[in-house]
Each structure stands twice: as structure tokens, then as C-alpha cells.
């Protein structure tokens, strides 16, 4: 089965500075990638998702997260981070016959 | 509303116990999965189903059991060969294939005292 690494556990970082998630999945056909993100104390929201196309995605408030297949990377992006952007964030792939897999989660901190 | 139904929102069993999870849904999915959910180790895949009657282990099934007589419930039972119950479980399914988005129920937390 396919695993999912994010290197980053948990991230701190000052409003309105920039964001890079790191995440690596291991299966090296085709694979369907997302981000998600669990506020505190609310479910896991779909923030992105990567099928096929483009491989720079956009989601919702402002993320984004580029697909570079050769090195099995799905990175979220954020410009300029806002207080409300705290979380914890998780990438996930869904390499074949729906068998989803998640990373570990990294959980972004952002002070005011 | 569509959605997914997860009950009870906290759950507490002794010891020894086998205690069964339930998840049911609505929106006509045919893929259902489990997740255990612990600080710092992300969601954990216990076991998933893609058709009625048909279940595959995930990463960490020893210890659970499911079923999927229904296309609509996909009940997780954790045994008392499970070492470590205490997590928050999570419910979630697809609808259209592998190219869909996963849909998460809101969770149950059980305790094992």
C-alpha cells in the first residue's frame, strides 16, 4: 500500500508569513491527491485536490499546493498565513481502488 | 441533508469490552472507511469497503472487526484484543469512484477505562 510522509509536525509561524507544507506519497503510478484541514474542535475539511491537469491546484482561502510527479511531492502553499489559518493540515492520496491514505498531519500555529 | 452519521459522539466501555461504532450514510456512497485518529500519527486506515458484503484490512485492523450488509451502515466493532482502544474514530466515504472527494462523518470518541 501506498504512504503518505509530511515532514513538518508542527510549524510556527507569524501573521502574513508565507506557508510551505511539505508532503510525499510513496506509490509510483497514478495517484489522486488532496489537502485537508481540521480546525480546532471541527471536522476535516477539503481544502484542495489534484486529479489530473494542471498540476498547480487552488483551493479554498487562499491555498494552493503543486503536484511534481517526479519527485512524489504534493506541496500547500500560502502566501501571506492568517491567524485563522491555525490548524492541522493533512495530506492524503488515493492511489488505486479507493484505498485513501493519510500523512501524519502537521499542525500550523500562527501568532498574531 | 446528505451526510454522514456518526453515533454516539463519546463513548465509554470498560475494559475487555467489545464495543461496536456506528456509521451510517446518506448520500448513496458506495466506498465507506475507517480511520483512528491519534495526536501526532494522522488518520490511521482501519478498514474500508467498497462494495456491499466486501471489506479490505487498512493499516492497523488488528482488533477491529467490521461489516457492510447495507450500503447505507458500515459498523466498526473494536474487540477487546484491540491493545490500545482509547482514540477518536473517523467515518468517511466516497461516491463516484476514486476520482471523488472523501466525506467525513463527525467522529466518536471512545474511552476504554
Known amino acids: 500500500a501506498q504512504s503518505v510522509s509530511q515532514h513538518n509536525h508542527h510549524v510556527i509561524l507569524s501573521e502574513a508569513a508565507s506557508l510551505e507544507l511539505g508532503c510525499n506519497y510513496s506509490?509510483?503510478?497514478?495517484?489522486?491527491l488532496f489537502w485537508y484541514v481540521q480546525y480546532p474542535g471541527q471536522h476535516l475539511q477539503l481544502l484542495l485536490k489534484?486529479?489530473?491537469?494542471?498540476?498547480l491546484v487552488k483551493g479554498i482561502k487562499g491555498f494552493e499546493a503543486e503536484f511534481i510527479k517526479s519527485k512524489f511531492s504534493f506541496n500547500l502553499r500560502k502566501p501571506s498565513v492568517q491567524w485563522s489559518d491555525t490548524a492541522e493540515y493533512f495530506c492524503a492520496v488515493n492511489a488505486y481502488a479507493n484505498d485513501m491514505r493519510f500523512g501524519a498531519g502537521t499542525r500550523l500555529t500562527v501568532k498574531p | 441533508d446528505g451526510g454522514i452519521t456518526q453515533s454516539p459522539k463519546y463513548l465509554f466501555r470498560k475494559e475487555g469490552q467489545n464495543v461496536t461504532l456506528s456509521c451510517e450514510q446518506n448520500l448513496n456512497h458506495d466506498a465507506m472507511y475507517w480511520y483512528r485518529q491519534d495526536p501526532g500519527q494522522g488518520l490511521r486506515l482501519i478498514y474500508y469497503?467498497?462494495?456491499?458484503?466486501?471489506?479490505q484490512k487498512g493499516d492497523i485492523a488488528e482488533g477491529y472487526s467490521v461489516s457492510r450488509e447495507k450500503k447505507e451502515s458500515f459498523p466498526l466493532t473494536v474487540t477487546s484484543a484491540q491493545k490500545n482502544p482509547t482514540a477518536f474514530y473517523l467515518c468517511?466515504?466516497?461516491?463516484?469512484?476514486?476520482?471523488?472527494?472523501?466525506?467525513f462523518g463527525p467522529g466518536t470518541r471512545l474511552t476504554v477505562l
Open positions: 489534484y486529479f489530473s491537469g494542471d498540476p
Open positions: 468517511a466515504s466516497i461516491g463516484g469512484g476514486s476520482t471523488d472527494t472523501q466525506y
Open positions: 469497503s467498497q462494495i456491499v458484503n466486501d471489506f
Open positions: 506509490y509510483g503510478g497514478t495517484v489522486n
